[in-house]
């Protein structure tokens, strides 16, 4: 059998970035990833381009620092700029490590990512959306790889800005069948279209279209004071996804949001075919039922004629329409939508979305913990709230546990505040709160829903097991910063305090 081609050979690495190998690798080398921004020791088969503030952003670290600590996690090379050669010549590294010194390792990202996408001849996706990215992307990929289009390269973790984009192609094997990239609106503004020019997708996707990075607008267009409201604004940043789309290119579309006439006229500008889906009657795949029960769905649906039933094992009416769009881009993939749709029955939920798992709640109690910890957005609370309520049944005492939500500028204390509405509709019973923005939201709701203020993470889950009764079902909610995932996995282990 023929020996797989690695993801780059040392002679490619170096003619893509412009460098020269001051320790070369040995025969057999053969590395499995690009990374950049590891938050992990262990990087087995990884080579590491070195971030440094004379060519990344000035806020980013030098990170040569931390080289045999990667090293020691399996890492296999590293790229580096000559500013970086002394702090790397005193490392414990291993005798012979590979480093590969470029000019620019910021520009050496890019120049892999530009050469790892004109060789790759597979089917590449791009997808971004206030809600719903991250899972319908490994959806996707699930939906492919069950039709057979193996393997498939996803965005790792939430890493979808520009850098992210170009690890991700860079990281793609020639031999890969598809890629499915995920990408972020932040800063910059025009982040999103930057991404889509640099990897050329033949699909490209947006999920929905709400209230979420406000804080990237200027304080008059947050106000509403310029051409076009800021979700409009939004909507316009986000539909920068169709700039790179290549020639008879697909735009897939989720239809269930009031900004879908905007994005799909920008889709058509740039000459897109349009695949719309959701619950909406005029949608090219639509979600014709769906059956929630507490352990999943069962889902179906009409996919451009196709009709396809299928169980969904994650809850949420919300997570049946990201099913539907997944298989709308693999029909738009010519994939099999009937092993597409199978391939779906055992998709895993994504870390801190919507997982639903038993825990203690005091004496050898057991109550039911919805882990939604990851991130948020006010639509994705929302979404939360309408589970929290699913999984009760109407007949078990429910707690909502609720934390910041980032990037909504200045109007983040009343957005905060208007999430009181629908935690009165879910029917919750106690709501409990941390942080300087949720403060509005607390004063906002009934006495009776509320439980006392925290400032801190600690008096929180105090708080919370102080008020954790068996049977309840309880659900963890707010954006990355506010760490609320450290309340969900104190909750999962059993831990008394926080700390443990």
Not at 107 to 116: I, T, V
Not at 169 to 182: L, N
Not at 396 to 402: F, N, S, Y
Request: hydrophobic residues 45%; charged residues 20%.
């Amino acid at each position: 059998m023929a020996k797989r081609a690695p993801l780059w050979t040392p002679e490619a690495m170096a003619k893509a970035t412009r460098g020269r190998w001051l320790s070369a690798p040995r025969r057999g080398w053969a590395p499995t990833q690009i990374s950049y921004n590891l938050l992990s020791p262990r990087a087995p088969g990884h080579v590491i381009i070195c971030m440094t503030p004379v060519s990344w952003a000035r806020y980013r670290p030098d990170t040569s620092r931390n080289l045999a600590t990667w090293a020691e996690g399996g890492a296999i090379g590293a790229i580096i700029q000559r500013e970086q050669l002394a702090t790397v010549r005193v490392l414990p590294l291993p005798r012979g490590f590979p480093l590969l010194q470029v000019k620019n390792t910021r520009y050496a990202l890019s120049h892999l990512g530009r050469a790892a996408r004109s060789r790759f001849s597979g089917l590449v996706v791009a997808l971004t959306g206030t809600v719903g990215k991250t899972t319908t992307r490994e959806m996707i990929a699930r939906a492919l790889t069950g039709a057979g289009r193996r393997p498939v390269i996803t965005t790792a973790g939430n890493n979808n800005n520009i850098p992210g984009v170009e690890r991700t192609i860079a990281s793609t094997p020639a031999r890969a069948r598809a890629c499915v990239c995920e990408m972020g609106f932040g800063q910059p503004r025009d982040g999103i279209a930057k991404s889509s020019r640099r990897l050329r997708p033949q699909i490209a996707m947006i999920t929905t279209v709400g209230a979420a990075h406000l804080d990237v607008l200027t304080p008059e267009e947050q106000r509403g004071g310029s051409p076009g409201s800021p979700i409009e604004l939004v909507a316009d940043a986000k539909s920068g996804i169709f700039e790179g789309l290549e020639p008879g290119g697909v735009a897939v579309l989720g239809r269930d949001h009031a900004r879908y006439d905007r994005v799909r006229a920008a889709a058509a500008r740039r000459g897109a075919k349009i695949l719309s889906y959701g619950r909406d009657p005029k949608a090219d795949a639509r979600l014709l039922d769906c059956a929630l029960g507490p352990a999943g769905s069962r889902v179906r649906c009409d996919i451009a004629g196709t009709p396809l039933e299928f169980e969904l094992p994650i809850i949420g009416l919300h997570m049946a329409i990201n099913a539907v769009g997944a298989l709308t881009v693999a029909h738009a993939a010519g994939a099999d939508l009937k092993r597409a749709a199978a391939a779906l029955e055992g998709f895993v939920p994504v870390g801190g979305r919507a997982q639903v798992v038993t825990i203690t709640a005091g004496q050898g109690e057991r109550a039911t913990l919805i882990d939604d910890s990851f991130n948020a957005t006010p639509a994705s609370v929302r979404s939360t709230l309408e589970l929290l309520q699913l999984v009760a049944e109407g007949r078990r005492r429910t707690l909502a546990v609720l934390g910041d939500i980032a990037h909504l500028g200045a109007r983040s204390p009343e957005l905060h505040a208007e999430l009181a509405e629908a935690i009165i509709d879910a029917g919750v019973d106690r709501v409990l709160t941390v942080g300087p923005m949720m403060r509005h939201l607390h004063d906002a709701l009934p006495e009776a829903l509320r439980a006392p203020h925290a400032d801190a993470l600690t008096g929180l889950y105090r708080q919370l097991r102080e008020e954790l009764r068996g049977d309840d079902v309880v659900t963890v909610k707010a954006s990355i910063p506010a760490g609320l995932a450290a309340v969900a996995e104190a909750l999962r282990a059993g831990r008394a305090t926080l700390e443990g």
